[in-house]
């Protein structure tokens, strides 16, 4: 057993990542896109002489009917979530932990986050949706003068602090004993970044979503990557920390882009383009793929696979940070005709696009 290098860790995970995207682009995202294609009222029967042109709109009809009852069952009660206590000593805590997620759940939009797990769930067979702690670093710029050393010290030893301008200043003193002294003092500008976070809850697009093809479910131990791609700008990037040196030459496109424009123009009905020339005139809105995913690996030759997230760039999927030791993956999968021992079941609309071509 031997601790895995840099270049190795690499190797797995960008070879990881091609192959559970190129499971979704081959055998997942095709049934997605037939699916969104008949929930708009179209079919793949073709045109006959003496055939009505009409089409019914089961697929549509059927989702529409169904999501009001499953939103019903998760919204119907003025408490969306509620922890129960299991000892006496537990009841004001629990009586707090439900105060407090009902609130964010409000806070967070969390109709609007049910309406589309679902929503993805009746038509393209799983909702994602994602939950993390996010950390947001604040800057703020200060400009101070005519500081004296021990003021400046304890300044410019504060970790969140960095000097971005400083000036020294000696000034002579004519003391009332007639002797001279020259003190120092200090003008500087600052920067001071403070990290604050939130808890975040989101939906992740289905076509941003990848899992491997032998996946049973997101609990650890039942698959073996699975993660998810987005485009942020140059600019995104930066302040989430990352040099411009390591991102400025990333890409924004990979293989399976054609088929991931092809969901997106079904969930959109309109197509998206991309404006390449504006890069050159103004590099911090170049749109980049960030690639976040999970796997079990033992980096550390230790003979224990550990669950690492990794943060990669690109479609080469380059690691812009070290890996991360994690407890659980972010998401949730919500399903809504799951199939055993596999990750991806059947959605309402497979189950009823036979019928809309009757």
């Not at 971005?164 to 020259?182: C, L, N, P, V, W």
């Not at 039942?222 to 040099?243: I, K, N, Q």
């Not at 993956?329 to 199939?339: G, K, M, N, Q, S």
Request: aromatic share 8%.
């Amino acid at each position: 057993l031997q601790k895995l290098d840099d270049q190795q860790v690499q190797g797995i995970v960008s070879d990881a990542i091609r192959s559970a995207k190129d499971f979704i682009t081959d055998e997942i995202s095709p049934v997605r896109i037939k699916a969104s294609r008949y929930f708009e009222g179209e079919v793949d029967i073709g045109e006959e002489a003496g055939r009505s042109s009409i089409v019914k709109t089961v697929v549509r009809d059927t989702v529409r009917a169904v999501k009001p009852s499953l939103m019903r069952i998760f919204l119907s009660h003025s408490k969306a979530v509620e922890f129960l206590p299991r000892e006496e000593s537990d009841i004001q805590t629990a009586q707090q932990a439900t105060e407090f997620l009902n609130w964010k759940f409000q806070q967070l939009g969390g109709y609007n986050l049910l309406r589309d797990a679902i929503h993805e769930s009746l038509i393209k067979k799983v909702g994602i949706v994602r939950v993390y702690y996010k950390e947001e670093p604040k800057t703020e710029i200060h400009t101070y003068d005519y500081l004296d050393d021990a003021t400046f010290a304890v300044l410019t030893n504060d970790p969140e602090v960095e000097i971005i301008e400083h000036e020294e200043i000696y000034q002579k003193q004519m003391m009332d004993d007639g002797t001279e002294t020259e003190s120092l003092h200090h003008n500087c500008k600052i920067s001071r970044t403070k990290k604050s976070g939130d808890l975040v809850v989101d939906s992740v697009p289905s076509e941003e979503f990848f899992i491997d093809r032998m996946a049973k479910s997101l609990k650890e131990g039942e698959f073996y990557v699975a993660g998810h791609s987005t485009e942020v700008t140059v600019s995104d990037l930066l302040d989430m920390g990352y040099d411009f040196d390591d991102i400025s030459d990333l890409s924004s496109e990979d293989g399976t882009d054609s088929t991931n424009d092809a969901e997106v123009f079904e969930r959109r009905r309109y197509s998206v383009t991309h404006d390449k020339d504006r890069n050159a005139s103004d590099p911090s809105s170049k749109k980049v793929m960030l690639t976040q995913a999970f796997m079990k690996m033992d980096i550390e030759g230790s003979g224990k696979a550990m669950l690492y997230s990794f943060i990669c760039g690109g479609d080469t999927y380059k690691l812009l940070e070290p890996p991360m030791l994690c407890d659980e993956v972010p998401y949730v999968a919500l399903a809504i005709d799951p199939e055993p021992h596999t990750f991806f079941g059947r959605s309402l609309a497979d189950i009823v696009m036979a019928e809309q071509d009757s």
